[in-house]
């Protein structure tokens, strides 16, 4: 019987029903298919596509080749922090000495290298150019696909370089790189150096830098520049002009002249479908005191959001308020979409040193969540102006513990209890945010985090985010600056100098404090005055560059630090302050993590962990410690974690890939569970982020093993792994 027309209408609808039902849902986009820009891909999500690594097979990874640069210092200072790239079938990364290299992905086998000591005699000369650390690399291509480069920092300068084969691109900037120092609007002999790479908008590199940490730091604005030419394109600054938007909340109408820092070492993300690019901002250089710069501080410690092709203001929210902790936001943030209240939203994830995670709608900056702003503790020292209070975020959850009591002290052993629990008492306040002062406060998360460079990785489909987690106790104590009575002498104006610059890393007594910070007594015995003085006019491992020190001023430093024999002879004065600069009147006496005497965390585990949580619950899910102590474990106590550094990767397969640990190992995790399934050593700490990329249907995971903080051994391998052949 044939179908009536309203039949016949109904039966299409129905197979247009069914057809649609069974169309293949839109792929995961080709930026997740591979590793071709630093965190992964533009939104930062340290997330992979592949999905031949699964749980059911992880446990078969085995080395598939590994590449050495041959260059890591052997006295253990230099690191390798790299987060390499694998654009159509070559892996780019960087060497301890920040070499540029460029390697068949599938082999490990080398098609070139780039040596900037070759290049440039500046390079050449810098006795610290091995103590320098590149996170990453940057690759652009021009519409025809025929001029590719791949852009990279090199301490001050950054590079453009032919990604065919290794040369200098000399049409680019000054022959072949930027000058970093350039461009900032006034002219600064501070410090400025490239870490974290950035990013592509078009063909517009969008950079940040690290600058330093003194109240004479260099300014921290954001740049964009041609991608082709290396000319400027646009400026944003970090610390508002007059006639710019926010400048009227600096009680000093001349801190943009004076002060700097607010500055992008950690990354950014790009929306590229808005053109937004969404960057989060450090500290106000003077970590410690803020006399000198009343007011909330904008834009240090926000996320910014800027138009990617104009760089033109759209939003920020400030995380802290007028920063007196080393509160700089650490990381890249994440891009990610969720369902709240029953709405779509395209949202922007920022996690902090101190455990929280910040989201907020990407288009206008409005909070996903409500964000309180609570009163903070105000017993500050004299001439010190704490905000009021400081924003916390009701949900997501904590993913870092946010209070440090003496129940918390460690119990590893009774005796070691009882010595921590003393040595704890010696500090006088244990809540978050009480400024600065004499009588000591704990900074918990430390100084480097809960979150910290490395960064969080996020799932798209699931919404989940993992983050490596450090929860390590640091104490704060501030001293007045040292009065010198003999500054008439050459060694006793250097002393001035040193209470100026040195004194809050290397203590009073010049004792420093651990690898990071080392000792400087008897420096003369390592060290002579020439190498010595190269050293502090270009920085070393966690040391910036101090060129803005006067030669007069540098002359008398060495003086005192090495005591030498003409320690009498008369000077006048100190080099002249930079304009509208005032005296700090207080210094932090030094950077101090607490350890017990061993040199396990003063505090109850876990002292480094992995964390899962729902972004679009704001739930945590789950804590699972990593790294070990097998010493430890060997007596009957359980897993501890390791202090971390360096951030995980996800994948659709069903992963979670880390390093970061001190115990010298890469693991995966059930990224549903926490459940660890494998580990594999490596020849050195991988204080870096793994990157994960697919060649003919194999998938690879590789790490940077540079190792070199907190006393590791330095190394300067990249370890691949894949399934071994069946």
């Known amino acids: 019987m044939p179908l009536r027309k309203h039949q016949l209408l109904l039966l299409l609808f129905t197979l247009s029903i069914i057809a649609s039902c069974n169309k293949p849902r839109p792929k995961t986009p080709a930026t997740y298919t591979n590793w071709g820009a630093y965190a992964g ?20 990874l085995k080395v598939a080749w590994t590449y050495s640069s041959h260059d ?43 040596d900037p000591a070759a290049q440039n005699d500046s390079i050449k000369n810098d006795p610290a150019a091995g103590y320098k650390v590149c996170r990453g690399v940057v690759y652009w291509a021009d519409k025809s696909g025929n001029n590719k480069r791949i852009l990279y920092s090199v301490g001050s300068k950054m590079y453009a370089i032919d990604a065919n084969n290794g040369q200098p691109i000399k049409s680019f900037g000054k022959g072949g790189y930027i000058d970093l120092t350039a461009d900032l609007g006034r002219k600064t002999g501070s410090f400025v150096s490239g870490t974290t790479p950035g990013i592509i908008y078009n063909n517009i590199l969008i950079i940040g830098a690290r600058v330093g940490e003194s109240e004479d730091a260099a300014p921290g604005h954001i740049r964009g520049y041609d991608a082709l030419t290396g000319k400027l394109r646009w400026i944003f600054h970090t610390i508002p002009h007059p006639g710019e938007k926010n400048f009227e909340t600096w009680p000093d109408s001349t801190a943009w002249k004076r002060l700097g820092g607010a500055n992008n070492w950690a990354g950014m993300a790009l929306d590229e479908k808005r053109g937004i690019v969404y960057i989060p901002l450090g500290s106000i250089g003077g970590d410690f005191y803020g006399g000198n710069r009343k007011g909330a501080n904008l834009y240090a410690n926000s996320l910014v959001a800027l138009d990617a092709a104009t760089g033109k203001y759209i939003w920020h929210y400030q995380v802290v308020h007028h920063d007196l ?19 779509t939203i395209d949202a922007v994830a920022q996690i902090t040193k101190h455990g929280y995670i910040f989201m907020f709608d990407r288009a206008n900056g409005k909070p996903i969540f409500p964000i309180e702003e609570k009163p903070v503790p105000q017993n500050a020292l004299p001439g010190e102006h704490p905000w009021p209070t400081q924003p916390i975020p ?40 009480t400024p600065p002062g004499k009588d000591g406060a704990w900074i918990f998360p430390g100084f480097d985090g809960g979150g910290e460079w490395g960064g969080a990785a996020v799932d798209p489909e699931s919404k989940i985010m993992y983050i490596s987690n450090t929860e390590l106790p640091w104490v704060q104590v501030m001293i007045d600056v040292p009065k010198v009575t003999d500054n008439h002498t050459l060694s006793g104006m250097g002393h001035v ?31 002579n005055g020439q190498q010595l003085g190269g050293i502090i006019e270009n920085g070393r491992n966690m040391m910036p560059a101090f060129k803005q020190i006067a030669p007069g001023d540098k002359k008398a430093l ?12 008369p000077v006048t004065a100190m080099a002249k302050e930079p304009e509208n600069a005032k005296p700090i009147p207080y210094t932090m006496d030094g950077y101090k993590r607490f350890f017990d005497k061993v040199g396990y965390p003063g505090i109850k585990p876990p002292w480094g962990s992995l964390d899962a949580v729902d972004l679009t619950t704001g739930k945590l899910l789950w804590k699972v410690p990593l790294g070990e102590y097998t010493e430890l474990t060997k007596k009957g106590i359980p897993i501890t974690g390791t202090e971390l550094y360096g951030g995980p990767l996800v994948t659709k397969g069903g992963l979670v890939f880390v390093a970061a640990t001190k115990d010298e190992k890469i693991r995966a995790f059930d990224k549903r569970t926490g459940k660890q399934l494998w580990e594999a050593k490596l020849p050195a700490a991988g204080y870096a982020t793994p990157a994960t990329y697919a060649i003919n249907g194999k998938q690879y995971v590789i790490i940077a093993c540079g190792g070199g903080k907190t006393g590791s051994k330095s190394g300067d391998e990249y370890v691949c792994f894949a399934l071994g052949e069946k």
């Open 558 to 569: 060495l003086a005192f630090l090495l005591n030498l024999q003409d320690n009498t002879k």
């Open 325 to 343: 902790w080393d509160r700089d936001l650490p990381a890249n943030p994440n891009l990610v979409t969720i369902t709240h209240n029953g709405k």
């Open 72 to 114: 890591k210092d052997i006295n253990n200072h230099s690191q390798n922090q790299c987060n390499p790239i694998m654009v159509n079938g070559v892996l780019y990364g960087a060497s301890p000495k920040l070499k540029l290299f460029a390697l068949d992905a599938a082999t490990g086998i080398q098609q070139w290298v780039f």
């Open 497 to 527: 100098v040193y209470n100026k610059y040195c004194i809050s890393c290397h203590g009073q007594d010049l004792k420093g404090n651990g690898t990071a910070y080392p000792a400087l007594v008897n420096i003369g015995k390592k060290y």
């Open 394 to 433: 009701t949900l997501p959850q904590p993913f870092a513990r946010q209070h440090f009591g003496p129940e918390d002290v460690t119990d590893i052993s009774p005796e070691t209890h009882r010595d921590m629990l003393e040595k704890y008492k010696k500090v006088k306040y244990n809540t978050m945010f």
């Open 41 to 60: 891909a533009k939104d930062g999500n340290r997330y992979s596509a592949n999905t031949q690594l699964t749980p059911a097979n992880v446990s078969g």
